[in-house]
């Protein structure tokens, strides 16, 4: 058992930004707010068999990468806000830890090495998140609201005043939207306000959408109003589940992003997918349509296509592209997507359960020279293992041919790891470049891409 007054070296950082040391017994020990080449004491919480979990009490040696955080809502403290993990540590450093956890988990999870390690993809550290969930609570013992993330391992919500991760005009509105909750009739029925910007010729499109228990009176309607109209917002209101998301009142500019080198504007609604981070998509669309080279008298197939983000820009270069998805409203958004970017006789899009794909799934979409995988945290299994097994047997499908470049976009790189395997030992690909995308900077969450050939 670790003592509190025992002296441990940190040895590395772990997913979830915890320094990972060993006690005097051997033991295993993740600290929360330690810094590889640290010496620290720690308190420990919670005691394993194999390992222990604690936080810093006392540092005897500090890291050069330990920087003072942006935030004050950031720490090891009562109260303290969840949403980042890493602020102690500097942002080229984090980029480092999680190409390293790409690496990694390639290696130990599928037995994979690529065979060139790409620069990651970096951009602004703060400020860039034009997509978050904050909750809403009237706290009616205090007669104040709370509108923010939720603190450190807790249900409360954090006392967040500001919030350098979130653009620095959401990060104003804290506060006045914390008054605008208080002032309404249903403040204690609200406990929900998702924000979705968006980024059209320079001009940005701030949405709010509001989660409302019961039906909003007209007082209430009202001072939603008066708030858009002096704080420049878009307010959405959601009686029930995402599809009935609505706008307060009709009209006014259209909430898009753009990929400007491809000429493509991409209208959405707030609560469908889209990056949090606008930046870094447009780098990542890059990169991706780089690394697949498509020639013009190519077909491509875009799985989990999504809205068509990179669908669309595919079809700028090939001759024609498929995008796949698992949700009808998202297909037809597609559709409408690729109308009002003229590219509709370049494209194509089916709703497919790509949970569920099998060997003869695969060959009836026919061949393609190319495909872009971009699927949520779960990856993509059933698809890469269908793959594997055409590759693996050629007789199941005489005649069909496997695409000769993948470019797979990963949220997860335990399930890249997972599916690469398949690829990589079974399907005879080669995972030919790899790198960490740092989407989401001073938090754990690791964004990746990897492209395979055979």
């Known amino acids: 058992m670790t003592q509190q007054s025992e002296w441990l070296k940190v040895e590395s950082l772990d997913i979830e930004a915890q320094g990972i040391a060993h006690n005097s017994e051997g033991k295993v020990v993740f600290i929360e707010g330690a810094l590889p080449g640290e010496e620290v004491q720690v308190h420990v919480g919670r005691k394993k068999n194999n390992w222990e979990q604690g936080s810093l009490v006392a540092l005897r040696r500090e890291s050069s990468q330990r920087v003072s955080p942006g935030c004050p809502h950031f720490g090891l403290h009562a109260g303290a806000c969840g949403g980042c993990k890493m602020q102690h540590l500097h942002v080229s450093a984090q980029v480092a830890v999680k190409q390293r956890v790409v690496e990694d988990n390639l290696w ?3 037995k994979v090495k690529a065979e060139r390690l790409l620069r990651p993809i970096e951009g602004p550290a703060w400020g860039y998140r034009y997509r978050a969930r904050l909750s809403v609570r009237y706290v009616a013992k205090k007669g104040e609201v709370l509108v923010g993330f939720h603190e450190r391992k807790s249900r409360y919500i954090a006392d967040m005043q500001q919030c350098r991760i979130l653009p620095k005009k959401i990060s104003d509105l804290l506060m006045p939207l914390r008054a605008l909750i208080a002032s309404m009739d249903e403040r204690d029925r609200l406990p929900q ?27 209430d309607r009202q001072r939603l109003r008066d708030f858009a109209a002096l704080h420049d917002v878009q307010w959405w209101l959601q009686p029930k589940g995402p599809d009935t998301v609505h706008l307060l009142d009709e009209g006014g500019i259209e909430l898009a992003y753009t990929l400007p080198e491809f000429g ?26 780089r690394l697949l080279e498509v020639q013009p008298q190519e077909r491509v197939i875009d799985w989990f296509c999504g809205l068509g983000n990179f669908t669309l820009p595919l079809a700028t270069q090939a001759r024609e592209v498929l995008g796949i998805e698992g949700s009808e409203a998202l297909v037809q958004r597609s559709r409408e997507n690729a109308r009002r970017n003229k590219l509709e006789h370049k494209t194509s899009f089916v709703v497919r359960n790509l949970f569920e794909m099998t060997p003869a799934m695969l060959v009836a979409d ?8 971009d699927p949520p945290r779960e990856g993509a299994f059933a698809l890469a293992k269908a793959l594997a097994d055409l590759c693996a047997d050629p007789s199941l499908a005489p005649g ?55």
């Open 108 to 110: 130990h999870l599928g």
């Open 366 to 373: 026919g061949h393609a020279d190319r495909w872009l995988v």
């Open 400 to 454: 069909w041919q496997p695409p000769q470049r993948i470019v797979y976009v990963s949220c997860n790189p335990a399930t890249l790891a997972r599916d690469a395997g398949l690829l990589v030992n079974v399907g005879g690909y080669r995972c030919t470049a790899a790198s960490a995308v740092n989407m989401f900077p001073h938090t754990a969450h690791v964004e990746s891409i990897a492209m395979f050939e055979r």
């Open 264 to 289: 493509i504007v991409m209208p959405f609604k707030p609560t469908d997918f889209t990056q949090v981070n606008h930046h870094i998509n447009t780098v990542l669309v890059g990169r991706a349509l």
């Open 193 to 219: 306000i998702e924000l979705a910007m968006g980024d059209v010729d320079g001009m940005q499109i701030t949405a709010l959408v509001l989660r409302h228990l019961e039906p909003l009176g007209e007082a």
